[in-house]
């Protein structure tokens, strides 16, 4: 059983879209998304700087987009199911690639969802001095209570002994000075305390886009950040999707979830690696595939074929 999971923002780096684009597939499906975000989406993957692409209004599309031209690269034309993969997950902003990958938004719904949600967290990103730090290691308990101490809050769960907190900057600093015992912190390039209260209000935008948007129900086994739950309907995932704008991501539940379901081999959509590093550590196991390049297509269609 395999499935195909959609990192969130972080994961890309200055130029990671050029040898993508020499992809007919790719480039098609990127200039797709290219007339319905109003964004040159070519241009930031290829020569935007990284102080431009961590802007989270440039970010989210970005991620989005190339996560959707991956999975059409490949598809090749064919559905994801028909090809053998049983199911998908996104981790954050990742979960709208995954609903354009099980079929609950078309691309041209997915990249407008996710420039307007981009748009709106960093519109409330503003407000306040925010920004969040990973913690590596130490007693998941003594993290929690250190974090509630300091006034922050857990803003990801990502499992392998990861947590990211967020909240203001001010308490993120306190936290790098003093970590929890056993643990590292490792403040991160990110403009806001995502996945937090501080984004209540982007999702009172969001909920008011998600309502007049026509879905439908996934056509894989989906898996929502909310509580690693499998979901059958595309409204319900939207739903979730909207508020863990503000609630953090429990990307350990999607793993524990996935091992219980049988998944035996996942691949992680460009730009890869940081999920095959949680699920390497936390999936043992689990046959995984990073496309860090168009290199790797083969083997992607190699792995389905041999786990479907």
């Avoid at 691309?107 to 925010?130: D, E, Y």
């Avoid at 806001?192 to 935008?205: C, E, I, L, P």
């Avoid at 999920?275 to 595939?289: D, S």
Wanted: charged residues 15%.
């Amino acid at each position: 059983m395999i499935v195909i999971v959609c990192p969130g923002q972080g994961a890309q780096t200055p130029g990671f879209m050029t040898p993508w684009l020499e992809v007919a597939e790719y480039r098609a499906s990127i200039e797709e998304m290219q007339l319905h975000s109003g964004l040159d989406l070519q241009g930031h993957g290829t020569v935007s700087d990284a102080e431009t692409i961590r802007d989270t209004a440039i970010a989210q599309p970005l991620i989005v987009a190339s996560g959707v031209a991956t999975i059409a690269s490949i598809a090749l034309g064919t559905a994801l199911s028909d090809l053998g993969v049983a199911g998908i997950a996104g981790h954050s902003v990742g979960e709208i690639t995954a609903a354009v990958g099980s079929g609950i938004l078309s691309p041209a719904q997915g990249i407008s969802f996710v420039q307007n949600r981009g748009v709106a967290m960093k519109a409330v990103a503003s407000l306040a001095a925010t920004g969040m730090a990973a913690i590596l290691g130490g007693d998941l308990a003594a993290v929690e209570a250190k974090l509630n101490e300091l006034g922050l809050q857990p803003a990801n769960y990502n499992g392998a002994g990861q947590v990211v907190a967020a909240g203001l900057v001010a308490d993120i600093e306190r936290l790098v000075a003093d970590p929890p015992a056993g643990s590292r912190v490792i403040p991160l390039q990110v403009a806001g305390a995502f996945h937090t209260k501080f984004m209540a209000s982007a999702v009172n935008t969001m909920a008011e886009i998600a309502a007049g948007l026509e879905v439908e129900d996934p056509a894989l086994n989906i898996w929502s950040n909310s509580a690693g739950q499998i979901v059958s309907s595309g409204r319900d995932y939207l739903n979730l999707m909207v508020s863990q704008i503000s609630n953090p991501v429990r990307w350990d539940e999607c793993m524990r979830s996935m091992v219980s379901a049988g998944v035996t081999a996942l691949i992680e959509v460009a730009p890869a690696g940081t999920l095959v590093g949680l699920a390497k550590r936390a999936m043992p196991g689990i046959e995984t595939l990073a496309l860090k390049s168009p290199d790797n297509l083969d083997a992607a269609r190699l792995l389905i074929k041999n786990h479907s």
